[in-house]
């Protein structure tokens, strides 16, 4: 490139894989960019476009003119597209939809107005649909027109004159099959498709469910709109344990790592100052039993030990559940059935803990009151907490809410209150008996 | 089934795809379950084995005879069989092994001989290999004759005399090519493949990366030995997503929702009475300062807000970190960067948390000195906090350590720890002063 040999490098460029290209793309410097844009058909540049990030994307776009930038996103998969276009500012997004071939931006347009993470949204328009009277010889030189522009031409989708779904035919049948055959003699009439309003994490489960490489999507009369491809899936897969993973650990949406330390602290403070104020409520609660802690002071010793204990419980429940849920597990069995295992885990669990407490802390504090105390705490917290673990998600999960009041660290402080008021109440109940 | 209408369910049985097979199948009652082995042959009993749970799979072994249970494993995805097999006592499988066909056997002992959770033990030996002089006619009558076997026939590998991958072909170029031209002019030579001892994170990076159905798996000389394919990588992102989780959330390995209480709480307890020991260490620290505590026993009170807050703050972090290296965006930033990032975003959110307390507590509690010793504190414990965070997991990816210790709960015993620590320190200095 820098040595204007443009021939040979686009020769040696264009052999490289999209998203190689687009790695090899972020090295250059404005100059060589220039350059590029020159060298490559915006067709071409359409397949580097694609392995770009959102912000090297919006860079690039700013860089070229504007008939070069339309011609390229008409080159995109719509959904592609429809991603990029949807994350730009509304008015930079609609100059160049209006720049754009026409159809392509309908197919976008229509893409953009499904609600977010629902199969609409995340499907594709390329996709090959057939007649069941096609041939299979009929259906093969389809493919040698269509097939480059389709997103994947393994699963060929059959319609009836109104459009409406009615068998699929994946390529490996076809090209088994003798060549003046009819695709509805070959076709499997049984169709596992989807509704456009589906939620995203549904289409991908079913995906995945029975290892298919692709989904169709239909609307509510049946009609094909477009089909969902599993690499589509594995993004959704990996967004949906992103957003688990900030729910646990009171980061939501704020887990992204290239954000200066400003924008990260602006995102992540909420969280902890919220989770902070729920703390001045344990320090309330610490407060009513101020007498309580006056007399025995080494009490608030073992108030980050049990805290700790019944959070961590309390925080393995979650976990059971929540996966279970993400994996679809946990549907085998019944709620009631969950809340009872989970109950009986933390009694457990809680004998075991209150066992070794009760041996340790006359040994290390010389004191078997304060052991008494620490042992009979440990174990209704663990058994309170587990339940409250697993009883939380449970409901978010039948009420639609929002899953993110399940999340670790709010399920950790009504357990901190819930053992606070436990220890205290045992504690001021045994030092009024003696 | 009910009514020996054989022959009519074996119909409409077959016609359902295996997984739904599957689903019907353990609906069943011993004596319909036997009444299917007779309908159906070992070969169809295969379909329906597969999309079993393994606990499902011991008992259909246990349930049929050897010789149609050795046929059964004959017809499965030789990785389907070793996953299978591993699983069972070594006693068990090699009785089952002996009894299988030759070659299958000797396929499915290859895979199990690579070490768990390599790109080895997960691949599969059914893929499509041609030779560069074959014609795309003879490709595809090789199709027709090895595809029905075959994982996928979407991508071919191209292999010379000496079995080395020296191409790759998608179906997709195969069916829109002229039926004379020859493999090597439509192949492309650059294939992304991966060695059999490779991590299966790493092959499943690789193949999202690119948006892969495949991945072509060859010993340190280049040798095709085998491919990972797209539905085996979403299985390894569910299985490292759950483990991450495990690792969050003190439940490693535990977090399976269909076992009894009694298995939860041996498998749980261990890490809540390990972390319980940890907190005992923390007891220590606050008895260390009971002089202090009896000074103003109120300070009690804001300890499960001082470690709530530091504990959450380290945990952002953590997850910041741990889900940067898993979606490999780290990699972008340098290590200090990141840790100078995660020290200011805690500085920063401290000085909200303390600016809040410092107005909070005296209309509360009536007490400056209160609020000024645990302002400052907060503002000291999360800046360290979110530095803990982020350095533990980082230096645990350096030296290739198990993850499990950098799991969140352990990272919050230490920022307890210091947290108590600075907490004490600073209440008996300024108590000192006065």
Not at 307 to 326: E, F, H, I, P, Y
Not at 396 to 424: E, M, Q, R, W
Request: glycine share 6%.
């Amino acid at each position: 490139l820098k040595d204007n040999k443009h021939a040979k490098f686009r020769i040696d460029f264009l052999e490289l894989h999209p998203i190689d290209q687009a790695e090899f793309f972020i090295t250059l410097d404005k100059d060589e960019r220039q350059t590029l844009y020159q060298i490559l058909t915006s067709e071409e540049m359409a397949g580097v476009f694609q392995g770009l990030d959102f912000e090297e994307q919006k860079d690039l776009i700013t860089e070229t003119d504007q008939y070069y930038a339309a011609n390229m996103i008409n080159h995109l998969y719509a959904d592609d597209a429809a991603d990029f276009l949807s994350e730009l500012e509304h008015s930079e997004a609609q100059k160049l939809l209006k720049a754009m071939n026409l159809e392509e931006a309908n197919d976008v347009k229509e893409l953009m107005a499904y609600p977010p993470k629902t199969a609409g949204a995340i499907m594709t328009k390329e996709f090959i649909s057939l007649s069941s009277t096609n041939t299979v010889q009929e259906v093969i030189e389809k493919l040698r027109a269509e097939g480059p522009n389709a997103e994947t031409i393994y699963y060929l989708y059959v319609v009836n004159p109104s459009n409406q779904l009615v068998g699929v035919l994946s390529l490996r049948d076809l090209i088994t099959a003798p060549s003046d055959i009819r695709v509805e003699t070959l076709m499997s009439p049984r169709v596992v498709s989807v509704i456009a309003s589906t939620n995203q994490e549904e289409v991908a489960k079913i995906i995945k469910k029975y290892d298919f490489l692709a989904a169709p999507v239909t609307d509510d009369e049946g009609v094909l709109l477009g089909i969902v491809t599993v690499d589509d899936v594995i993004d959704v897969l990996e967004d949906e344990a992103t957003e688990d993973f900030g729910d646990f650990t009171a980061s939501r949406g704020a887990t992204d790592v290239n954000v200066t330390s400003f924008k990260a602290a602006r995102l992540r403070a909420p969280w902890i100052v919220l989770l902070m104020f729920f703390g001045l409520i344990t320090a309330g609660v610490i407060d009513q039993f101020e007498e309580t802690l006056n007399q025995i002071v080494l009490l608030a010793a073992f108030i980050p030990l049990l805290m700790g204990s019944a959070g961590n419980a309390g925080t393995q429940s979650l976990a059971v559940v929540v996966r279970g849920l993400a994996l679809g597990t946990l549907e085998k069995k019944g709620l009631f059935q969950t809340l009872l295992r989970e109950f009986y885990t933390g009694m457990m669990i809680g004998l075991i803990c209150a066992a070794s407490l009760m041996i340790i802390i006359p040994i290390f504090y010389g004191n078997l009151m304060l052991a008494f105390i620490v042992g009979i705490s440990i174990f209704f917290s663990l058994s309170v907490a587990t339940v409250i673990g697993a009883i939380v998600p449970l409901i978010i999960n039948k009420l639609k809410l929002d899953p993110a009041f399940a999340s670790g660290p709010f399920i950790t402080t009504v357990n901190d209150i819930l053992g606070l008021i436990i220890y205290f109440t045992i504690a001021t109940a045994l030092l009024d008996l003696l």
